[in-house]
């Protein structure tokens, strides 16, 4: 019987440990993340420049389009993707253009120094995509 608690004991401990370590590692992978993409990044697209400021923490940013389009979207982190691509969904337009990719998505992807991106529309067609620098 003696036997039996410790073996139970030791399988509760080492149960214990494993799950500490795999949240422990979820939890760096997450903040490895926001602290890579986090910051200010600019691009061009056509006559357009894009701008993309991911807020400290990385759950919101703000896609900004400046020349012909003028328009500002609010996005949320909704996670990554099989691509292992940062997913944002636009949230919130102030008009024009913009509100086209109101609940369309913003796809991240770091490339060496740059991030690559790719725009989607509230019907899932993609949009555009290039790429962006940091500012």
């Keep these: 019987m003696g036997m039996r608690i410790v073996g139970k004991k030791i399988v509760t401990v080492f149960a214990f440990l494993v799950i500490s370590i795999a949240v422990s590692s979820i939890e760096t992978a997450c903040d490895a993340k926001s602290d ?3 910051g200010q990044w600019a691009g061009q697209q056509g006559t357009n420049k894009v701008i993309l400021t991911v807020r400290p ?3 919101n940013a703000t896609w900004e389009y400046r020349g012909q389009r003028g328009c500002t979207l609010d996005a949320e982190d ?8 940062q997913i944002y969904v636009f949230k919130k337009s102030n008009g024009g253009f913009c509100d086209r990719l109101t609940n369309g998505a913003l796809y991240l992807k770091k490339q ?3 991030l690559s991106y790719t725009v989607t529309a509230s019907d899932n067609k993609q949009t555009e995509n290039g790429t962006l620098s940091r500012k």
């Design 36 to 38: 890579i993409i986090e």
């Design 57 to 59: 923490g990385g759950k």
């Design 78 to 85: 909704s996670g990554i993707d099989k691509d292992n691509r």
């Design 112 to 114: 060496g120094g740059d």
